[in-house]
């Protein structure tokens, strides 16, 4: 692809346009090696007369996240996925990178597809702009280049805070599950070389001991907007459930003889997949949703709460669950595996501080990473206005860069 200029006033306006030198990229499926970008023979190009995207080349995605671009620095072969514009004599690369960015909004509503939105060559063709003169291109380029390195900066540097308070949450978790609360108390050894030692009144159980473990549904019923939520692997994240995109399924449609429908307090552990171990309790407003293809632990002779938060350790996740959900080629838990897993047990009482303790204080430390997600959503906004202000003329820049 390439640029046709049209008329304009206060500038040129472009058109995208075919140009014969380049055509939509294409799908290759060469070897990969772990770790570093795949690479491609001369004479495989040759031969299958695959289209070499030159130095400068602007590659923008026509496929899922729409107005993605990325500036090519040597050249390379891109699959299906990204659409390379090749600027002309009168274009920047650096500018025409964040004017397609800008313009990604534009991008996504004329994006066509059922399942999977895709841009065709024919949508680019028809994308117009304004750009200024070149030296203007250059200037609107370097100023942005400055500003969103120090937003990047700024946001890498709330996200690493954000990954510090998870790695505390998780530590704090872990400690308290195996430790207790009371730091002067008398310690004796577990038994178990990987444990160490544990509270000498604490008892060490299997989860199979406290409780029944189930399985979800096998196949979704039908989907219904208003009908039942249905609760999937994918709902689940670190001990929370997200209802945002949860599905909904029509009750006339589920198998009641399989019994279903969750209850609060019920803890979901994913059975298959790339979140396989990763659980989380039932909370009181799903009461009555039913499970998807996961296992459902139903606690009987401990506090669930207790047991959800001990699910979450690292003794438990880390040391054994995850290394019983490796043992198969695709990372899979059945409900023996889960109920063979060691699990500590202090008093109910004790368990009951112990709940009340983290409840606190992840509360608390949710609360910072709430506060820190919310300011890196700020300057990420402000990061695209900012792009959209200066590609568009909005603000002059010409000043802060001389």
Same mark, same amino acid.
């Given at each position: 692809?390439?640029?046709? #200029?049209l008329s304009?006033?206060g500038?040129?306006?472009?058109?995208?346009?075919?140009?014969p030198?380049l055509?939509?990229?294409?799908a290759?499926?060469? =070897?990969?090696?772990?770790?570093h970008?795949?690479w491609?023979?001369e004479?495989t190009?040759? #031969?299958?007369n695959? &289209?070499?995207?030159p130095?400068?080349?602007v590659?923008?995605?026509c496929?899922c996240?729409?107005?993605?671009?990325a500036?090519?620095?040597?050249?390379?072969?891109?699959?299906?996925t990204?659409?390379?514009?090749?600027?002309?004599?009168?274009?920047?690369?650096?500018?025409?990178?964040y004017?397609?960015q800008?313009?990604?909004?534009?991008l996504?509503r004329i994006?066509?597809g059922a399942?999977q939105q895709?841009?065709?060559?024919?949508?680019f063709?028809?994308?117009?702009?304004?750009?200024p003169?070149?030296?203007e291109?250059?200037?609107?380029?370097?100023?942005?280049?400055?500003?969103?390195?120090r937003?990047?900066?700024?946001?890498?540097?709330k996200?690493?805070?954000?990954e510090l308070?998870?790695? &505390?949450?998780?530590?704090?978790?872990?400690?308290?599950v195996?430790?207790g609360?009371?730091?002067?108390?008398?310690m004796?050894d577990s038994?178990?070389?990987?444990?160490?030692e544990?509270?000498a009144?604490?008892?060490?159980?299997?989860?199979?001991?406290?409780?029944?473990?189930?399985?979800?549904l096998g196949?979704?019923?039908?989907l219904l907007?208003?009908?039942?939520?249905?609760v999937r692997?994918?709902?689940i994240?670190?001990?929370?459930i997200?209802i945002?995109m949860m599905?909904?399924?029509?009750?006339n449609?589920?198998?009641?003889?399989?019994?279903p429908?969750l209850?609060?307090?019920?803890?979901?552990?994913?059975?298959?997949?790339a979140?396989?171990?990763?659980?989380?309790?039932i909370?009181?407003e799903?009461?009555g949703?039913?499970a998807?293809y996961d296992?459902v632990?139903?606690?009987?002779?401990a506090?669930?709460?207790?047991?959800?938060?001990a699910?979450?350790?690292?003794y438990?996740?880390y040391g054994?669950?995850?290394l019983?959900k490796?043992?198969? =080629?695709?990372?899979?838990l059945?409900?023996?595996?889960?109920g063979n897993?060691?699990?500590l047990?202090p #008093?109910?009482p004790?368990?009951?501080?112990?709940?009340?303790?983290?409840?606190?204080?992840?509360a608390?430390?949710?609360?910072? $990473? &709430?506060k820190?997600?919310?300011?890196?959503?700020?300057l990420?906004?402000?990061r695209?206005?900012?792009? $959209?202000a200066a590609v568009t003329?909005?603000i002059d820049?010409?000043e802060e860069v001389?």
């Amino acid at each position: 692809l390439a640029l046709q #200029s049209l008329s304009g006033n206060g500038g040129q306006l472009f058109r995208m346009g075919f140009h014969p030198l380049l055509s939509t990229p294409f799908a290759f499926l060469p =070897a990969h090696r772990a770790g570093h970008p795949a690479w491609v023979r001369e004479d495989t190009i040759a #031969s299958m007369n695959l &289209k070499v995207f030159p130095t400068g080349t602007v590659l923008c995605s026509c496929s899922c996240r729409m107005g993605t671009t990325a500036i090519v620095m040597r050249p390379l072969i891109s699959n299906q996925t990204f659409i390379g514009i090749v600027p002309g004599q009168n274009l920047n690369s650096d500018f025409l990178f964040y004017a397609v960015q800008c313009f990604s909004d534009h991008l996504q509503r004329i994006a066509t597809g059922a399942i999977q939105q895709y841009l065709s060559r024919e949508d680019f063709q028809q994308f117009r702009f304004f750009i200024p003169a070149v030296g203007e291109q250059q200037a609107i380029a370097a100023f942005l280049d400055r500003e969103t390195i120090r937003i990047d900066a700024l946001i890498a540097k709330k996200e690493r805070q954000i990954e510090l308070l998870r790695e &505390k949450r998780a530590a704090l978790i872990s400690h308290v599950v195996t430790k207790g609360l009371d730091p002067k108390v008398k310690m004796k050894d577990s038994g178990i070389e990987w444990l160490g030692e544990i509270p000498a009144h604490w008892d060490v159980s299997r989860i199979k001991r406290i409780g029944k473990i189930k399985y979800g549904l096998g196949e979704p019923p039908q989907l219904l907007d208003d009908g039942l939520p249905f609760v999937r692997a994918t709902d689940i994240h670190r001990g929370k459930i997200h209802i945002a995109m949860m599905q909904h399924i029509d009750p006339n449609d589920v198998p009641w003889s399989r019994d279903p429908a969750l209850r609060p307090t019920d803890i979901l552990v994913v059975r298959s997949g790339a979140y396989t171990g990763d659980s989380a309790i039932i909370p009181e407003e799903l009461a009555g949703a039913i499970a998807g293809y996961d296992m459902v632990l139903r606690v009987i002779n401990a506090l669930p709460y207790f047991v959800a938060y001990a699910l979450l350790s690292k003794y438990l996740l880390y040391g054994q669950i995850y290394l019983e959900k490796m043992r198969a =080629a695709q990372p899979h838990l059945n409900a023996e595996e889960l109920g063979n897993c060691i699990i500590l047990l202090p #008093s109910k009482p004790e368990q009951t501080e112990i709940v009340a303790y983290l409840d606190k204080e992840t509360a608390r430390i949710d609360e910072l $990473s &709430k506060k820190i997600e919310t300011s890196i959503l700020a300057l990420s906004e402000y990061r695209i206005a900012l792009i $959209s202000a200066a590609v568009t003329g909005k603000i002059d820049v010409r000043e802060e860069v001389a």
